[in-house]
């Protein structure tokens, strides 16, 4: 039975111990990301067997003892409150039945209890959690008499549990690994001195869901060494022993059911700056995914949304300020921070400062200005500011006491004030039109030296060797008569009026 029990408690040791390793060597992060969702309690309630071997040291020969123990119970639980579910508390409770056989007789039997309670901490690395805890612990040791008259007897050891546990999430089955070291703080009996490590692991298996409660079943070996040494003169005492503990454990976690929101989402962080910096109190509204979340900005300028993964389109807007957007993909547990720039929104109107002046010295003139039928007077030296005007074209009439009406064309621009400047001709005085062009060849277009004479005026124009002509006459109809060598002469009339800028080309026919 001996070898049983050491091949049993050797099987525990290799199947255990990666577990614990691998938890230990993949954790590197004490960052949770969003797309895994912790426990926020668990509690497991563990039925098995313990295989225990032991022996005692005595002044005599001693004694070694193995038993087996059908009733071995245990109670753990974990709750995590503080630091984004972080840090918490652990509590254990385990009783084990305890025999002392000689040859199938039963010499003597009690109890034994292991209590712990403390703080614990965890991180966590995608599907790898690593938790940690240092706890007060009270554990009750066997010890007995002598070999000649052996008595069941209880050493209360009181330290500090280091324990350490690691778990590998994948999905629906869960792998765990266990360590466990003592540190002896006082001991109430003969002892005076004890250490003890232990390991272990496990396989959970996720039955079902009800609620918010995931109730699951877990496969767990667990394996114990504790020494203990006394300093009694009359009788020194030197007791070891060996545990191994398997059975199956009903565990129950509590998810909370904003976390179990987190782990289907991802979080967007958007940041909305100004020309001078941070914004605050602007609204965002984030669309394209299934649902369409409306958010404001806070004192730093950024707001933060746990939302489902996507396409999304994040959209800021401000009073004063020009919308902005920006397009983001966002996946299931994915932290991303998008920035949006407002820029100060463009002035819709435009202003148009006008002055009127005298064709002859552009001495300022008082006049009146109409714009879209309504007349508006000028100050005494022809000045007038406008503001509130929309961007575009404008047709600016000006009028004043002797002098010929006049009209002109503004550009307004919204945001600046366009400047305008109009003459206006003395009544009884003629601005002269001008009449220009060139004479050209119709067989290639080649400049021609022409004779333009006007009848009306008894006036002869000649055109250079470009064919150009240029010649100032008063308003009126005129009948040119255009002549060169080697061309057919043509006549052709002509209207201006006074101030005109005309264009008069003549395309000659060779003869």
């Known amino acids: 039975m001996l070898g049983n029990v050491a091949r049993v408690a050797a099987c525990a040791v290799v199947l255990t111990f990666p577990f614990s390793a691998r938890a230990q060597t993949t954790v590197a992060s004490s960052v949770r990301k969003p797309g895994w969702s912790d426990d926020k309690a668990q509690v497991r309630l563990h039925y098995g067997?313990?295989?225990?071997?032991?022996?005692?040291?005595?002044?005599?020969?001693?004694?070694?003892?193995?038993?087996?123990?059908?009733?071995?119970?245990?109670?753990?639980?974990?709750?995590?409150?503080?630091?984004?579910d972080h840090l918490g508390l652990t509590a254990g409770l385990q009783r084990e039945a305890f025999s002392l056989l000689d040859n199938g007789t039963n010499v003597t039997s009690g109890s034994l209890m292991r209590v712990n309670v403390g703080p614990t901490g965890r991180v966590r690395l995608g599907p790898v959690r690593l938790e940690a805890a240092a706890s007060y612990t009270l554990q009750q040791l066997p010890v007995f008499g002598t070999v000649d008259t052996p008595a069941f007897s209880t050493v209360q050891r009181h330290g500090v549990l280091l324990a350490a546990r690691g778990l590998v999430d994948l999905g629906p089955v869960t792998l765990e690994?266990?360590?466990?070291?003592?540190?002896?703080l006082a001991n109430l009996g003969r002892t005076v001195s004890s250490r003890g490590l232990g390991v272990g692991?496990?396989?959970?298996?996720?039955?079902?869901?009800?609620?918010?409660?995931?109730?699951?079943?877990?496969?767990?070996?667990?394996?114990?060494?504790?020494?203990m040494t006394t300093t009694d003169a009359s009788t020194p005492l030197t007791t070891s022993q060996s545990v191994v503990r398997a059975g199956l454990a009903l565990d129950l976690q509590w998810k909370d059911p904003k976390l179990e929101e987190e782990a289907r989402t991802g979080s967007?962080?958007?940041?909305?700056?100004?020309?001078?910096?941070p914004l605050a109190g602007v609204a965002v509204a984030v669309s394209g995914g299934p649902s369409r979340r409306d958010l404001v900005t806070g004192p730093d300028g950024t707001a933060i949304a746990e939302?489902?993964?996507?396409?999304?389109?994040?959209?800021?807007?401000?009073?004063?300020?020009?919308a902005a957007e920006s397009r983001v993909s966002l996946g299931v547990g994915d932290e991303r921070s998008v920035e949006l720039l407002l820029s100060r929104e463009k002035p819709k109107s435009g202003g148009l400062s006008i002055k009127v002046v005298s064709f002859e010295g552009a001495t300022p003139v008082a006049a009146t200005i109409e714009l879209d039928g309504r007349a508006t007077p000028t100050s005494p030296a022809g000045a007038l500011a406008l503001e509130g005007l929309a961007p575009g074209p404008l047709s600016v009439k000006v009028t004043a006491p002797g002098f010929n009406p006049g009209e002109e064309a503004a550009s307004i621009v919204?945001?600046?004030?366009?400047?305008?400047?109009?003459?206006?001709?003395p009544e009884k005085k003629r601005?002269?039109?001008?009449?220009?062009?060139?004479?050209?060849?119709a067989r290639g277009g080649k400049p021609v030296v022409a004779q333009l004479e006007i009848r009306e005026l008894k006036q002869t124009i000649a055109a250079d060797e470009g064919g150009a002509f240029s010649v100032q006459i008063a308003g009126g109809k005129y009948t040119v008569r255009i002549t060169a060598t080697g061309f057919v002469t043509q006549t052709k009339t002509v209207t201006v009026r006074d101030g005109d800028q005309a264009i008069f080309n003549v395309d000659l026919a060779p003869k």
């Open 414 to 425: 919204a945001g600046r004030v366009s400047e305008l400047t109009v003459t206006l001709v």
């Open 177 to 184: 690994g266990r360590f466990e070291y003592p540190l002896g």
């Open 431 to 441: 601005v002269p039109a001008t009449l220009r062009g060139q004479v050209r060849s």
């Open 201 to 227: 692991g496990g396989l959970r298996v996720q039955l079902f869901r009800t609620g918010p409660l995931k109730w699951g079943v877990l496969a767990e070996a667990l394996w114990h060494s504790d020494s």
């Open 49 to 84: 067997l313990a295989f225990r071997s032991g022996a005692e040291t005595d002044s005599g020969p001693g004694l070694s003892y193995s038993g087996f123990s059908p009733n071995d119970l245990a109670f753990t639980g974990w709750v995590w409150l503080l630091l984004g």
């Open 268 to 277: 967007l962080k958007i940041l909305v700056r100004g020309e001078q910096g």
């Open 307 to 322: 939302l489902e993964p996507g396409e999304l389109i994040a959209a800021a807007s401000l009073a004063g300020y020009e």
